[in-house]
């Protein structure tokens, strides 16, 4: 692009009044998000008016209803969704979450960042998302099932490895893509491991998937560390324990080579440590438990507290929008790696920005899942499987390729690291839809 810094600055303004002039959108609304952020980056990009328009919506999205006979014998039925947001760079790709809260424009919004998730990895796919409205804590096993394969009877026809490959996410698992995938085999009739990821690896899952997401973050963080002169022997915490929170705290200190994990969060409890967690300890412990609540050695503190804490690093790791407007003056991190999607919603990324936080935005910092995932994709395509050190080679090459790109662009154009990666990804799409003539 080539933007000098007088060009630039005409631009930022141009584009900030371009944005003050849309209709506000409800912050809570995680696909108008998601469209801001687009939004900026095609102002500056000065993406012409149809390709903008285009970029902005899913091109296509599925909204069904699931029958599921419970173990009680009644039905009950669940509300589905999948959104394919774009494919210009190749097939969709994107998890399938299961959330008592999940609505279509969650969905929107996670397919619209993962498509700039595969774009900035410089991977040959697109972005997608699916959901299922539901508590699959209060289904039985059979039940989750039973749900599963409804959702596949459903979008068969939609899916493939050469068209859409769903994953796991918010409280879908490898046993759940397993039903799936053989569901997909049964309507079909024939073997496509490939059809879906994050599978166990008895039925064509990759070796290094389970910690994919956390590796990916960590090696950035380690690149980050080197750039900004963070000591990455210092302090961290975690909110949100799920399974990216308790990969990131065991592989912090082997990828860095120390740290201490002072504070660690879930929905049960907050706790802090100033003297450091064993990562394997509090893992284990939740691993028991279920919950970090009761966690020997530890202070019980507030959420916000957590996310205030003087550390040298904080990792965000569970659902959208914790860091606002509201909390973010109050962020001491040193950097940020956003494990969750969309934590941090973009009036807190210019607050954080101006105060020099070092924020390695989601759809880069989260990557490493649906990287390794690719890989799942392509191995099972031709059927032959990776071994765990040439995963782990290929992830750390693709990560930090990824992370370099997006610092070159933010030194370049002297924007933050959010607008820089989007930059990156927005560009990448808009070039492959405008190489196939679809604008």
Known sequence: MGVSPSASDQRLTTMSQAIDSRPAPSEANPFHIAQRQFDEAAEYLDLEPALRELLRWPRREYKF????????????????????????????????????????????????????????????LGGGKGGVTCNPKELSEGERERLARGWMRVMARELGEHRDVPAPDVYTNPRIMAWMMDEYEVITGRSHPAVITGKPLVVGGSVGRDDATARGGVLCVREACRRTKVNPRGTYAIQGFGNAGQYAALLHEDILGGGKLVAVSDTSAALHNPDGFDPRETVDYKLRNGHLAGLPGSREISSDELLALDVDVLYPSALENVITETNAGD?????????????????????????????????????????????????????????????????????????????????????????????????????????RGWV
């Open 331 to 435: 962020i001491k991190a040193r950097i940020i790696c956003e494990l969750a999607n969309g934590p941090t919603t973009p009036e807190a990324d210019e607050i954080l920005n101006r105060a020099g936080v070092h924020v390695i935005p989601d759809f880069l910092a989260n990557a490493g899942g649906v990287t390794v995932s690719y890989f799942e994709q392509v191995q099972g395509t031709y059927n032959y499987y990776w071994t765990l050190d040439k995963v782990h080679r290929e992830l750390e090459a693709n990560m930090v390729n990824a992370y370099r790109a997006v610092c070159k662009m933010h030194d370049e154009q002297q924007v933050h690291m959010r607008m820089a990666a989007y930059l990156v990804a927005v560009a990448r799409v808009a070039e492959a839809v405008k190489i």
């Open 65 to 124: 209803t699931i029958p599921v006979r419970m173990d009680g014998g009644g039905t009950r039925v669940f509300h589905g969704y999948r959104v394919q947001y774009n494919d210009a760079l190749g097939p969709t790709k994107g998890g399938l979450r299961w959330h008592p809260e999940e609505t279509l424009d969650t969905v929107r919004a996670l397919a619209a960042w993962m498509t700039w998730k595969t774009a900035v990895m410089d991977i040959p």
